[in-house]
């Protein structure tokens, strides 16, 4: 399986799309909720809202259920870009294996690639 550069609470910023002022979701950033790894998607909240229209049933109390609901809808991982934490500006992740001190043991952290690089993300 490949290793993704996006993992699920990372702030991610939409890159490309249609603008904000005309409808789309450019520029938007937010929390990545889930990953579907095997079709490349990423589910971000508040980005990629699509209506749901549900079918009207009963529930065990007798309440109607269904109607139109907005839900968020899984992006491409193309589309979306890491967001710096101390600058808050999209930025590209690489990766780099560090020796723990204690054990020895080789462990792979995500870095920055970008002007400010070097930090870990």
């Given at each position: ?84 934490p101390s600058t ?34």
């Open positions: 399986m490949a290793k993704f550069k996006i993992k699920k609470g990372d702030l991610v910023q939409v890159i490309t799309g249609a603008k904000q002022d005309r409808g789309g979701d450019r520029g938007k950033q937010g929390k990545v909720l889930r990953v579907f790894p095997e079709t490349n998607r990423v589910l971000v909240e508040g980005i990629n809202r699509v209506t749901k229209h549900t079918k009207v049933g009963q529930s065990q109390r007798g309440t109607k259920t269904g109607g139109i609901e907005t839900v968020e809808a899984p992006i491409h991982i193309s589309n979306v870009a890491v967001v710096d808050k500006k999209p930025t590209r992740v690489g990766f780099r294996t560090e020796t723990v001190e204690r054990d020895g043991r080789q462990r792979t952290v995500r870095v920055r690639v970008a002007k400010s690089s070097g930090k870990d993300i």
